[in-house]
């Protein structure tokens, strides 16, 4: 689901930018293959100017070849009454396998995005994997927890988003994420001191 939004929006120039042409290397499991053959199909009617290139497959030392950029989104999301963290077992593995093909084949300086959850678990486990790649280049997407905590105060306060500022998160993507509400501001005063 999170990558059919964002293939889009990178294909259109919307994440790198309009002078920026890109090449997309999909990596699928044997099982997506065949809705990743319609999503390349679906790329390919769209006639984007940038996009330069569609390439399938599912071996990462294949699709990651020379990467300057990986996204790693793939992965098992959560059922029903599960915890982030209950994915490990499964999603685990699929990140070790990642980072071990990225260190074989990937740009030296490709920067990795892990989206898979836990994801900032996954991210070290990917990290770890992948000796040969700086450790700076890793990160794990809590964006979203951010924004969240953000448009949570506005709508509180009946604000609009943008009002609000200095939200910061500490610690995972999970239910021991602290969300500094205290220190965040409305409006440019602190949230403690507003009416
Ligand atoms: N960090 C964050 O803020 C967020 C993270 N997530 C996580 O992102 C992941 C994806 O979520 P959705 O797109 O909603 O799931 P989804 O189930 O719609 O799509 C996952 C896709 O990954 C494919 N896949 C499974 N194993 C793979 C492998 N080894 N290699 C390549 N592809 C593989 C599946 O076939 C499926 O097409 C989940 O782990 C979810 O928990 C979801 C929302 C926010
Ligand atoms: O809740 C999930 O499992 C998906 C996710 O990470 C989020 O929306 O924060």
């Known amino acids: 689901m999170i990558s059919n939004h964002l293939l889009f929006k990178l ?3 919307e994440v790198f930018g309009p002078d920026q042409p890109i090449a997309l290397k999909l990596l699928g499991s044997e099982r997506s293959f065949q809705a990743l053959e319609g999503v390349a199909m679906e790329l390919e009617d769209s006639l984007y100017p940038l996009l330069r290139e569609v390439r399938i497959g599912i071996n990462p030392y294949e699709i990651f070849q020379d990467a300057e950029w990986a996204l790693l989104i793939g992965a098992k999301p959560r059922g029903p009454g599960m915890e982030r963290a209950d994915l490990l077992d499964i999603n ?3 990140f070790a396998e990642q980072g071990k093909a990225l260190n074989a084949v990937a740009s030296r300086n490709v920067k990795v995005l892990v989206v898979g959850n836990p994801c900032n678990t996954n991210a070290l486990i990917c990290l770890k994997n992948a000796p040969n790649i700086p450790a700076k280049n890793f990160h794990a997407l809590t964006r979203l927890d951010e924004n969240r905590a953000k448009c949570q105060l506005a709508l509180k306060a009946g604000v609009f988003y943008d009002k609000v500022s200095n ?29």
């Open 167 to 195: 939200m910061t998160i500490w610690g995972n993507h999970s239910t021991t994420q602290v969300p500094d509400f205290l220190n965040a501001k409305l409006m440019g005063t602190s949230k403690g001191s507003h009416q």
């Open 11 to 13: 294909a259109s120039g």
């Open 92 to 94: 685990g593995q699929i």
